[in-house]
């Protein structure tokens, strides 16, 4: 950046209508007030902040304080140019998911929390929200096209089709194509897609039918100049001539883009926000707690009554409560399908939990059942929920089957606890990602455990400071942890890492109820910064690719 840009911003930057607090006495201690600033164009943000929090550093160590606005400037006097930063994500500027993070968060729990068939939200649930899609669309072509089309195809890219295999994302589409949605299928038809993979189907196209097949969906480039990592492009045929053709995305927690994709119009929440420390003002100032923040963004956003808004809570609860309990139910003889062979084994931890002397250990080991239980239904490719995805759909069902039938805590608070964590949710998403294809593990059960720790600590009726630190820190505990699922399968380690997520999130509510809340260092928005960057940052061979980690040194007999 030359002088003269660089004086620029430094004008903008001084032209803020409130003057910019001075830097407390730790310049590392608290960057909230960098990250609610935007960063200036062409400046690369991670660089940008580091030498803020250095150069601040420095004058106080020499005894001089300095102000969040001389940081800045420093900061932006000693950047290196923009084309020596780190390496660029492997994502389109003008996508939906990327650009984002700039309004207000206007995520709804319906968007958020979904039920579908496990393995993967963005391998499974995505695919197959976008071949119903396409469906629907290639079903208003006029009766003429109709009357030409021989064939629909789908062809899977990248991630898709990398690790798709792995997840049955094969068997998603099509089911998605025959008319299934992710929250009704049954899992019974995608386990018969792939006892029987040489079924057709008839699918009504206008006056005409079309057969569809496994053989309709093809297993395409996995490395090439993608949008998204998790692209696929779907075709209806007359022949050779393309009828329709829609490129889309599957861009993470089972939510899809598509090329020229303008997210719909919403209505204004009621406390917008945009970082935790806003939302966190919000529930402080009006004397709420996070939870009846989020409710009643939801209420003014999406336009529901608040009974609706728990109804809708409640069926996430008892969709999660009954995945526990039918994880729990499996012999610990079944087998999840795959290579792996990887045996059910929720029923023994349980069990043998339930006989150990000390109720500590009994304690862990229980809420540790209860993720794998969960996470080996999503393994089995039964119903889910994201929360945010499917690899880490052992997380949230672990603490909220241990709450309400453990640990008996009133219904209500564990629906506050459930508003409160997607409030946590919601802000992972806006401004870092849910697919472990853009983020890797991290961005998974990282986020799960740290929604987790949310709903633990607003269960506990915890103040919002305990919200936002217990959050916090279950997600800084998981910053840089790699996606290498073993042969592509959603199994190993992605069903023990259900468990530590779980654990953490526990772990993470300890510490932040029996600490000092005001002398908890670390702001959630900026682990989310560090969880944004560190995405950037990750070798593309961690993020759901299976090419490096576990899944090149497990050997499989
Ligand atoms: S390693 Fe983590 S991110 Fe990757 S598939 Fe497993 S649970 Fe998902």
Known sequence: MSKKENEKVNDKLGSTEKPLDVVRE???ADISGLISKEIPPGVDRRNFLMRSAVGGAAAVMMGRSVSTQQAIAKALATMPPQAAAGPKPPLAADLNVVKKGQGPVLTTADEFYKVGPGPSSSHTIGPMRITYDFYQRATKLPADKLAK??????????????????HGTERAALAGLVGKEPATVDPLFLDSLRDKPDQTFPVKIGAK???????????DATKGDFKHPNTMTVKLLAGSEVLLEQEYYSVGGGFIEWKGYTPPKKNPPKYPFRLMKELRAHADNNKLSIAKVILANEMSIAGRSEEEVYAFIDKIINAMVATVKSGLSMSEDDVLPGPIKLHSKAATVYKRAMDDKY????????????????????????LVITAPTGGSAGVMPS???????VRKVDRQKVRDG??????????????????AAEGGCQAEIGVASSMAAALTATAYDAESLVVENAAESALEHHLGMTCDPVAGYVQVPCIERCAFGAV????????ASNEIASRHR??????????????????????ETSEAGLALSVTLC
């Open 209 to 219: 039918s079309i057969d569809v097949s496994l053989k309709d969906v093809i297993y």
């Open 149 to 166: 089309a021989t064939k629909l195809q789908v062809n899977l890219f990248g991630s898709l089709s990398a690790t798709g295999k792995g």
């Open 418 to 435: 459930m508003l409160a964590a997607l409030g946590v949710g919601y802000l992972c998403k806006h401004h870092a990602t849910l697919s």
């Open 504 to 511: 953490k999130a526990w772990t993470a509510y300890a510490i």
């Open 26 to 28: 730790d310049p590392l």
């Open 359 to 382: 109720a500590a250990d009994k304690g862990i080991a229980a809420l540790s059942a209860f993720a794998i239980a969960a996470s080996e239904e999503n393994g089995r490719g039964h």
């Open 399 to 405: 603490l909220v089957y241990g709450l309400l039938e």
């Open 522 to 543: 670390v702001d959630f928005d900026a682990t989310v910064m560090a969880l944004a960057e560190t995405a950037k940052d990750m070798n593309s061979k961690y993020k």
